[in-house]
């Protein structure tokens, strides 16, 4: 296997690798002090940092490979995912000031203090396992696709050697190390796939072109309600549903607004991290419409839709340009691991271990999360070979079917115990774990699925997106029965974490900490999401 690199391009990725170290240094020279400055980066992080953190956190290179290729199989479908860019702005307005005011680390420790500490333990526990099927595995995995095609080194020596480099600078720097790193492989990041879908244009034609070439169809974001992958009510219920786990209650997002010193820095930071969300679809998903075109035209060919990405950069770059979006691609990769690096040792050593040990020495309890760090790294590669079985083999697809089964019950949990104060603790472990059940027998069914007939073969082959939506209106009524059949909580102990309970100096301070700016910035978001809905119909 050859690398497609050349020598101009190997010194340009070369000076990107030494920029990242030198930030990497800069960072750890600084030194931890305590739990604080490690996972949350003392509390002391800017809105425009917090913004790049947040997307750089989500665009793995997962989204590039996989996003790419579905954008080349399916088309536009998968970009309700992508414009869930408003929901990033529900995180900073509706959900922030409550973990503000918790003043919680880890979104398992906010749900003990709305509810009780079964709920934590539950989060935790769930949380770390949910890592290592989704996010762990799913970036080592597609790490070695590009590692593999790019430098033309074997898959598992590409994924195994960048974890290897990602895991050395988030072990010793802590959150710093990740969230200032992240904000130059987002630049490089997005550099990278802008000159791609720019080059790519030129060779199909032109926009109109490209039209032509791909069809209506790969065009159209609204499939019809019986479309067996992308229903338009899955995408637009279902994949809401995820959204507001993902971007609203998951350690891997939040951990990065509660780095900011107050709720107005981190809000900001949200609705930065709002308006980059809004890329993937220009610099991912429309690239891999432009590979298929190009395929229909014969300039390029593949064999599998996850070597879409990889393919164009070998058929459309220029030399040096190459070692560019080789930077671009592995920055992708290094800061999503980083950013589930940090989480799984943030919820390991805040939730699991101090709550067993709670007299343990902030010393010992960093040393405690980079040796979890180490565990999860060694779940996620194991998990890999079971990955084709899920999702049809596609490898976005594969992330969004996972998480749309584990994500309904956590999102009922988070999203009723905010809006209304008499959810309590019973309903909150109730609905959490009749959830999990449903969601590893979705799992088993899916993995099983040619062994199974009649009902257990509907059960398996309902469509992903459909499926979280009967599972969040199945956990909405078990939480708001259980809820009405048990005692209400003590009012007392939740104030301020719940908009029933919040006291008229939490109003007061959340009201001083919204500016006309941030008002603004956000309606001109929802104008660009509408405007987005409304242009992609075929």
């Not at 395929?295 to 996850?306: F, H, I, N, R």
């Not at 164009?312 to 770059?317: A, C, E, G, R």
């Not at 301070?509 to 242009?535: G, P, Q, W």
């Amino acid at each position: 296997m050859e690398s497609i690199l050349e020598t101009a391009d190997w010194w340009v990725l070369g000076g990107y690798l030494a920029a990242l170290i030198a930030v990497a240094v800069w960072v750890v020279l600084q030194k931890n002090k305590n739990t604080e400055d490690y996972f949350l980066a003392g509390r002391n992080v800017g809105w425009f940092v917090i913004g790049a953190s947040i997307f750089a956190s989500n665009i793995g290179s997962e989204h590039v490979v996989g996003l790419a290729g579905t954008g080349a199989e399916s088309g536009m479908p998968m970009a309700h995912y992508e414009l869930h860019a408003w929901i990033v702005l529900l995180l900073g307005w509706l959900f922030l000031p409550f973990y503000f005011r918790s003043r919680a680390f880890t979104m398992p420790e906010f749900l003990e203090k709305r509810f009780d500490s079964r709920s934590r333990w539950f989060l935790s526990v769930f949380s770390l396992v949910g890592y290592v099927i989704t996010k762990v595995s799913v970036t080592i995995y597609a790490g070695g696709i590009v590692v593999s095609e790019l430098l033309g080194i074997p898959f598992w020596y590409g994924a195994i050697g960048i974890v290897i480099f990602t895991g050395a600078y988030t072990i010793i720097g802590g959150m710093k190390a990740v969230i200032y790193t992240e904000t130059l492989q987002t630049v490089i990041l997005i550099a990278g796939s802008l000159i791609i879908t720019y080059l790519g244009l030129q060779e199909v034609g032109g926009w109109e072109q490209l039209r032509e070439v791909a069809g209506s169809q790969h065009f159209n974001m609204w499939r019809p309600i019986s479309d067996p992958d992308f229903p338009w009510t899955g995408m637009l219920i279902g994949g809401t549903i995820v959204g507001v786990w993902y971007w609203c209650t998951d350690q891997y997002i939040v951990q990065r607004t509660l780095a900011a010193n107050n709720i107005k820095i981190g809000r900001r930071g949200a609705i930065f991290g709002a308006y980059l969300k809004l890329l993937p679809i220009f610099i991912f998903l429309i690239p891999g419409i432009i590979a298929f075109a190009l395929a229909q035209q014969g300039v390029l060919t593949y064999e599998k839709s996850d070597e879409v990405f990889p393919v164009l950069v070998k058929t459309l770059l220029p030399v040096g340009l190459k070692g560019l979006v080789a930077g671009g691609l592995m920055a992708a990769l290094m800061s999503s691991l980083a950013s589930v690096f940090n989480s799984c040792s943030t919820i390991f050593t805040i939730d699991i271990y101090k709550k067993l040990k709670p007299l343990t020495e902030e010393k010992k309890l960093l040393r405690i999360g980079k040796i979890a760090t180490s565990i999860v790294v060694i779940l996620g590669i194991i998990w890999i070979p079971i990955m084709d079985k899920i999702g049809g083999g596609v490898l976005y697809q594969y992330l969004q079917s996972v998480q749309s089964y584990i994500a309904p019950p956590i999102t009922a949990v988070f999203l009723l115990g905010i809006i209304w104060k008499r959810v309590n603790s019973q309903a909150a472990i109730v609905t959490l774990f009749s959830g999990l059940v449903i969601a590893a027998l979705r799992i088993m069914a899916e993995i099983y699925q040619a062994d199974l007939s009649g009902a257990l073969l509907t059960f398996a082959t309902i469509n992903f997106a459909h499926m979280a939506i009967f599972m969040f209106i199945f956990s909405v009524v078990v939480c708001i029965a259980v809820s009405l059949g048990t005692n209400p909580p003590n009012y007392a102990t939740i104030s301020g974490l719940s908009l029933g309970t919040l006291t008229e100096e939490d109003r007061k301070l959340n009201k001083e900490s919204i500016s006309t700016v941030d008002i603004v910035l956000s309606v001109l978001l929802l104008v660009v999401v509408i405007s987005v809905l409304s242009y992609f119909v075929g």
